[in-house]
Structure formats: structure tokens, C-alpha cells
């Protein structure tokens, strides 16, 4: 079995970087409709609102680079295009959303779709035996479990 530069068998690590790069894609429009919700939030919720939006792209913007050098760090080239994201991702790209409920429950929706290609590169990576990947996954799935919980006892 041949291995990478980190000592991660190459036909295992090139899956985890393929795995990465849909993540890196659906980063990309969760990151883009956070912050069109930012943009264009109105209402009673709005200050509320404005502020949260903004933890979420900024935070989404932190973890789209720390995603992409892993899959560089695997030997990989991350994508790079909107065209490539848009072709590889499942969260829809969301325009006009005014209403804060809307985008609340966009985020919610949004991290369910990143949950469970997460919960796959968990697996991929402990199959792999690579921690970096591993505890970059744990770190994600912990902080969205509860934001999603948080997010939903907003809306209710």
C-alpha cells in the first residue's frame, strides 16, 4: 500500500479529499447565504438577527480555509470555482430572504446537510486512520449539534 507524505495510504486519502472538496462546496453556499441573510434581514428580529448572521459567515469563512488546506495537506488541490461549487453542493443558494424565520430555518436546514456529510468524512477519516481530519470533523459536528438546537428553539 502506498502512502502520502503524511502516511496516509494515497487511494484512502484521495477519498477523504474528495469528500472534503463536496464539504468545501457546500461551505461555500451555506457561507454565501449567511451572509445574504446578514445583508438583508428586516424586521422586529432585525438587530438580533444581523448579529447572528454574521458569527455564522464569519465562522463559515474559518472553517472553508481550515477545509481546504486539509485537503491540500492530504496532497490534493481544493476547488476553487463557484461553478465547481455549485455543480457539487446540496444546500441551495437562497436569494432575497428578508424574513427572519426563512433564514433561520435555512440555517438549520443548511447544517443538517453539512451534519451529515461530516458524520461520513467522520468515518472515512477514522477508517483512514487520519486524526486530522477526525478532530477537524468532531470539532464541526459538536458546534453544529448545538447550534441547530439553538436555531430551533428560536423558532419555536
Same mark, same amino acid.
Given at each position: %500500500?502506498?502512502?502520502?507524505?503524511?502516511?496516509?495510504?494515497?487511494?484512502?486519502?484521495?477519498?477523504?479529499?474528495?469528500?472534503?472538496?463536496?464539504?468545501?462546496?457546500?461551505?461555500?453556499?451555506?457561507?454565501?447565504?449567511?451572509?445574504?441573510?446578514?445583508?438583508?434581514?428586516?424586521?422586529?428580529?432585525?438587530?438580533?438577527?444581523?448579529?447572528?448572521?454574521?458569527?455564522?459567515?464569519?465562522?463559515?469563512?474559518?472553517?472553508?480555509?481550515?477545509?481546504?488546506?486539509?485537503?491540500? #495537506?492530504?496532497?490534493?488541490?481544493?476547488?476553487? #470555482?463557484?461553478? /465547481?461549487?455549485?455543480?457539487? #453542493?446540496? &444546500?441551495?443558494?437562497?436569494?432575497?430572504? #428578508?424574513?427572519?424565520?426563512?433564514?433561520?430555518? /435555512?440555517? &438549520?436546514?443548511?447544517?443538517?446537510?453539512?451534519?451529515?456529510?461530516?458524520?461520513?468524512?467522520?468515518?472515512?477519516?477514522?477508517?483512514?486512520?487520519?486524526?486530522?481530519?477526525?478532530?477537524? %470533523?468532531?470539532?464541526?459536528?459538536?458546534?453544529?449539534?448545538?447550534? &441547530?438546537? %439553538?436555531?430551533? /428553539?428560536?423558532?419555536?
Amino acid at each position: %500500500m502506498k502512502k502520502n507524505k503524511i502516511g496516509l495510504d494515497v487511494t484512502k486519502a484521495k477519498s477523504l479529499a474528495a469528500n472534503l472538496d463536496d464539504l468545501l462546496a457546500n461551505y461555500q453556499l451555506f457561507y454565501i447565504n449567511a451572509r445574504g441573510f446578514h445583508w438583508n434581514i428586516k424586521g422586529s428580529q432585525f438587530f438580533e438577527l444581523h448579529v447572528k448572521f454574521e458569527e455564522l459567515y464569519n465562522d463559515s469563512l474559518l472553517k472553508i480555509d481550515e477545509i481546504a488546506e486539509r485537503i491540500l #495537506t492530504l496532497g490534493h488541490q481544493p476547488s476553487h #470555482t463557484f461553478k /465547481a461549487y455549485l455543480a457539487k #453542493t446540496e &444546500i441551495p443558494a437562497r436569494e432575497n430572504v #428578508t424574513e427572519g424565520n426563512e433564514a433561520v430555518q /435555512a440555517v &438549520i436546514d443548511g447544517f443538517s446537510i453539512l451534519l451529515k456529510k461530516e458524520r461520513a468524512l467522520l468515518n472515512l477519516s477514522e477508517e483512514a486512520g487520519d486524526e486530522g481530519t477526525n478532530a477537524l %470533523m468532531s470539532d464541526y459536528i459538536r458546534q453544529q449539534e448545538k447550534l &441547530i438546537w %439553538m436555531y430551533s /428553539a428560536y423558532l419555536n
